[in-house]
């Protein structure tokens, strides 16, 4: 379940990224990063082989403060559909889709 407190803040990071707003950095584990200079946030997934379930999971982290905060959610609760969309958002950012797909028509 998405906490109450993050749900208008993954709204506006979704509206932020499709609007080209801010960049998503890739990690090496799959996952995308955005940063600030006072903070980072971490989105990512993972199944569970083992309980046939997927997650995705979000995490905040607070350099300044050291605050951490984050939470997942499964496959079967009602939010998954919103952070499989600010999951694709990030992934299309980290690889600069937007250009890329131009670049493909332009060659066609």
């Given at each position: 379940m998405i906490p109450e407190v993050y749900k208008s803040f993954i709204q506006?990071?979704?509206?932020?990224?499709?609007?080209?707003?801010?960049?998503?950095?890739?990690?090496?584990?799959?996952?995308?990063?955005?940063?600030?200079?006072?903070a980072t946030i971490e989105v990512g997934q993972y199944i569970d082989h083992d309980a046939e379930v997927g997650y995705y999971y979000f995490k905040f982290f607070n350099i300044k403060t050291k605050n951490k905060a984050g939470f997942r959610v499964n496959h079967l609760e009602d939010e998954y559909s919103t952070m499989e969309r600010l999951f694709a958002v990030a992934a299309a950012s980290a690889a600069n889709i937007k250009d890329e797909l131009s670049s493909f028509l332009d060659d066609l």
């Open positions: 506006k990071i979704i509206e932020k990224t499709n609007d080209g707003e801010v960049k998503w950095e890739s990690t090496r584990n799959e996952a995308y990063v955005l940063r600030t200079s006072a």
